[in-house]
């Protein structure tokens, strides 16, 4: 059973900096990609960054050379380290596991982060 707790989120101004954090549990996230999504209000949820288990990156356009994601292996745990925030950042960020091959896509329950002065 995989789960996945994201943590981190938070209120910030234009500018900062955050980390968001997510812990997963299962086997398969050593070989899953895993990614952040987000989701401001009356939107749809978006892709923000994934990385694979050969840690390849990928970024949204909006979010690249500001945001960096990361994970490590041994603790299965994947990171955003989120840095100059701006206030259409704002949205509930969520983690995900993606292994296709094996038929298996869950996500965290998600982390809001607020950029606001």
């Known amino acids: 059973q995989v789960q996945l707790v994201e943590s981190g989120g938070g209120l910030v101004q234009p500018g900062g900096s955050l980390t968001l954090s997510c812990a997963a549990s299962?086997?398969?996230?050593?070989?899953?990609?895993m990614g952040w999504y987000f989701q401001a209000p009356g939107k749809q949820r978006e892709l923000v960054a994934s990385?694979?288990?050969?840690?390849?990156?990928n970024y949204a356009d909006s979010v690249k050379g500001r945001f960096t994601i990361s994970r490590d292996g041994a603790k299965n745990m994947v990171y955003l380290q989120m840095n100059n925030l701006k206030p259409e950042d704002t949205a509930v960020y969520y983690c995900n596991l993606n292994a296709p091959r094996w038929g298996m896509n869950y996500w965290g329950k998600g982390t809001l982060v607020t950029v606001s002065s």
């Open positions: 990385i694979t288990s050969s840690s390849t990156t």
């Open positions: 299962g086997s398969i996230v050593t070989i899953a990609t």
